[in-house]
């Protein structure tokens, strides 16, 4: 099976995703922070709550267009790519 949108916001361990910590990388965690931050004040949830959401969702995303990330190999849920 093909993705073709696997690699679109940037291939990993390359560029922004080159800094890591734990293996994943630090600018999507800090990103998903700041999400759930904003989603948390915005709703009025407990922030804790909201990162996991968010987190939760950018994996399934991660997996649906079929990329490879450190969270998804470690539980080894592997995209088909």
């Given at each position: 099976m093909s993705c073709p949108y696997a690699n679109i916001l940037g291939k990993p361990n390359t560029g922004?995703?080159?800094i890591r910590l734990f293996g994943l990388s630090v600018i999507d965690i800090f990103l998903t922070?700041?999400?759930?931050v904003i989603t948390a004040k915005a709703y009025k949830i407990n922030v804790v709550l909201s990162f996991v959401l968010w987190f939760v969702l950018g994996e399934v995303l991660h997996y649906i267009f079929g990329v490879k990330s450190a969270f998804l190999v470690k539980i080894n849920l592997i995209p088909d790519c």
């Open positions: 922004v995703h080159s922070m700041i999400a759930a």
